[in-house]
């Protein structure tokens, strides 16, 4: 599937720019989210893996990226608050300088 190699090679790339050991547990979803979001990620710093569930039909390519630096950066520094400035500023510097204009940029 051409979606699923896309995105284990943008995570991979991210993987290496923020230098974190992780591993990605990629899922479809076949109906729209109930979360209201076309992608949904967790981190699990102790088995160091994303968990990244997406709804192929709707998700952008910025929405797989800045949920992917999102939760790569919770894995580098899982005593970040969510809402810290640190944990956005790390995000920010994660994502492609031309992709930075989603909810990290208000």
């Given at each position: 599937?051409?979606?699923?190699?896309?995105?284990?090679?943008?995570?991979?790339?991210?993987?290496?720019?923020?230098?974190?050991?992780?591993?990605?547990?990629?899922?479809?979803?076949?109906?729209?989210?109930?979360?209201?979001?076309?992608?949904?990620?967790?981190?699990?710093?102790?088995?160091?893996?994303?968990?990244?569930?997406?709804?192929?039909?709707?998700?952008?390519?910025?929405?797989?990226?800045?949920?992917?630096?999102?939760?790569?950066?919770h894995l580098?520094?899982?005593?970040?608050?969510?809402?810290?400035?640190?944990?956005?500023?790390?995000?920010?510097?994660?994502?492609?300088?031309?992709?930075?204009?989603?909810?990290?940029?208000?």
């Open positions: 599937m051409k979606v699923r190699k896309e995105i284990e090679k943008l995570f991979e790339e991210k993987k290496r720019k923020l230098g974190v050991e992780a591993e990605l547990e990629l899922s479809f979803l076949e109906n729209t989210p109930v979360v209201g979001y076309n992608v949904y990620g967790e981190a699990f710093p102790p088995e160091k893996k994303v968990v990244l569930e997406v709804f192929a039909p709707d998700a952008t390519t910025e929405e797989i990226e800045e949920i992917i630096c999102h939760e790569l950066v580098k520094y899982p005593e970040l608050d969510e809402d810290s400035k640190e944990l956005e500023e790390n995000v920010l510097n994660c994502l492609d300088s031309a992709r930075k204009v989603l909810r990290y940029t208000k």
